[in-house]
């Protein structure tokens, strides 16, 4: 399975970054939700200190808009993950291109969707 870093992660059941934290575990992936707020989301403390390494990491799916992205650049690109998916609304051309510099896939889709068609 995927190890899978939701970024902009919240406790929030209203949230979509609430609701792909618990399909990603209804699907078996790992899981770590990122975010700028203690709490705990699906049993998971959010991971508030970016220099708290993550290793292995696949996927990090994007839950921050784009004008609040830029202070979590260097984070993004520290876990050399395999892909950035960019939710709707958190699309980015300045942080896809840093991706796409550093050998990291970026896509624009839907985790929950991806995950609904077992396309993720």
């Known amino acids: 399975m995927k190890k899978t870093v939701v970024l902009g ?3 929030n059941p209203d949230r979509y970054a609430y609701k792909a934290v618990h399909k990603l575990q209804r699907h078996g ?3 770590v939700p990122v975010g700028i707020k203690k709490a705990e989301v699906g049993g998971l403390s ?5 220099a708290q390494p993550i290793e ?5 799916t994007l839950y921050v ?9 260097d984070y993004i690109l520290n ?8 939710n709707p609304g958190t699309e980015n ?4 291109k840093k991706a796409k510099e550093a050998n990291i896939e970026t ?10 068609t077992d396309s993720y």
């Open 9 to 11: 992660a919240s406790d």
């Open 29 to 31: 992936h790992e899981v």
């Open 46 to 50: 959010i991971v508030t200190d970016k």
């Open 56 to 60: 292995e990491v696949d996927t990090v």
């Open 65 to 73: 808009g784009p004008r609040n992205q830029p202070v979590w650049y």
């Open 79 to 86: 876990l050399k993950p395999k892909r950035i998916i960019f």
């Open 93 to 96: 051309p300045e942080l896809e």
């Open 107 to 116: 896509l624009h889709h839907c985790t929950l969707v991806m995950l609904a």
